[in-house]
């Protein structure tokens, strides 16, 4: 399948802004701005397409599911990706492996760049997109791109080259290649919002005529109006009117307001979640993946503080832990908004 290379210089745009807009997930996790320089995308065979700016380097696949459909194979410096390794795990050694534990921390980090990736493309156009990726790998050549992509080293795809930096600590090297079948389908996309803007043009002419039709009919009501009273009635049917009847639904003084009672005895035996928390914290992930046996964590509640309980992760009441035979227990020392909470 050959690329639409008719609206290529739109979608090259779209490409490389969603590319840029993507790598800013990592921010949030690596605690530092990023900032991306991504390229206008362009068109090559598989085979042609130059990787030799990121060598050596490990990729993962993407697939886009939902409205934009097609695949994706991204393409990262191995140096890099073990600076970033080296950041979650907040380690100072300068030989990083990519062992398991390493390579799924990266496919954590990355997973989220893909969905942003997808998000952006689905909110160019307005539909809904997804995205899901493979394990990281060692990136081989070109023929990696074409097996992900069907076996076919001729078919044509877009690649966007982006360079981004991590604070001042890192200036990193990618590449995002997207298969024919995504870029035909973005091109769709294109053409049908170009339909729309027409679509919309002739919905407002229709609406003109429609308010001229609205003119019309009201002034015939208008020239109805000055036609002789006793004329009008005479061509009036005549009307057959009676007081309105409806089924009363009383509620007698003993319901109190409960017209079925019935079915409050059985919410009454629905179960609820009641939970006990004494704090919490919030920590970044390589602050997480550092805890072991023994890890002290200190969390927002001062010692001897009272516990919140909670039911369905509504707080409702707070209290003091207490011990009963072997098991731990709570007892009530406040509730909150108890009225609204509990119904009472």
Known sequence: MS???????????VLSDAVGVALDALSPILGADINAQPQPAVIHTIKDTDYSGVMPAMYFNIVFVGDISGKAVAVFREIDLAVILRLLMNSDSDEIEFDEMGLGMIK????????????KLGEF???????????????????????????????????????YEVGTILKGKAAFTFDD?????L?????????????????ASQNMQSAGAAVNKQ??????????????????????ISPSSFPRFDVSGDDEGVGMPGNMDLLMEVPMNVCVEIGKTKKKMKEIMNFSQGTIIPIDKQAGAPVDITVNGQLIARGD????????????TELVNSKNNLGS
């Open 108 to 119: 954590e980090i990355m997973s989220q760049v893909s969905n942003k990736l997808s998000s």
């Open 181 to 185: 079948m995504t870029v035909n389908n």
């Open 187 to 203: 091109s769709k996309y294109y053409e049908m919002a170009n339909d729309d803007t027409s679509q919309q043009q002739i919905t």
């Open 3 to 13: 690329l639409d290379r008719s609206k290529f210089d739109k979608i090259s745009e």
């Open 321 to 332: 832990v207490i011990v009963i035979d072997d098991n731990f227990g709570v007892r009530i």
């Open 125 to 163: 156009f307005g539909v809904d997109a997804n995205a899901s990726i493979s394990a990281i790998m060692q990136f081989e050549g070109n023929n990696v791109v074409a097996n992900a992509f069907g076996g076919k080293d001729i078919s044509e795809s877009a690649t966007v080259s982006v360079k």
């Open 219 to 240: 002034a015939v009501k208008q020239a109805a109006a000055r036609q002789p009273a006793a004329q009008m009635q005479n061509n009036a049917p005549a009307l057959n």
